[in-house]
């Protein structure tokens, strides 16, 4: 299983930013799908973005594209969301998930993953 970390959570107001990270205990030269997800208090959890290692391809869930943008530092092994134009809605807990993954054709933010990190808090007020 990989090892998760996220942080950079808090509380901004509607319009603002958050840029949410997640450390990732990754092997080198394996594939893996990567993505966000969050989960507010009474929904299911939902996918927002998702990434795929080996050639970069990236998904975004309609709610948030054009707002929000996923990207890796290989070198630190750590995953990020940049999260701009907050929205009340954008309010959950969010988590990132990670597995490794060989010759996958799919969108990572359908992935079923097994290792999730412990999640970290957003909340946008209007």
């Known amino acids: 299983q990989v090892q998760l970390a996220e942080s950079g959570g808090g509380s901004v107001q509607a319009g603002g930013s958050l840029r949410l990270s997640c450390a990732a205990s990754?092997?080198?030269?394996?594939?893996?799908?990567m993505g966000w997800f969050r989960q507010a208090p009474g929904k299911e959890r939902e996918g927002v973005a998702g990434v795929y290692t080996t050639d970069g391809r990236i998904h975004y869930a309609d709610s948030v594209k054009g707002r929000f943008t996923i990207s890796r530092d290989n070198a630190k092994n750590t995953l990020y969301l940049q999260m701009n134009s907050l929205k009340p809605e954008d309010t959950a807990m969010y988590y990132c998930a990670a597995d490794r993954s060989q010759f996958y054709v799919g969108s990572c933010l359908k992935f079923n993953y097994n290792s999730w990190g412990q999640g970290t808090q957003v909340t946008v007020s209007s």
């Open positions: 990754l092997y080198t030269g394996s594939s893996y799908c």
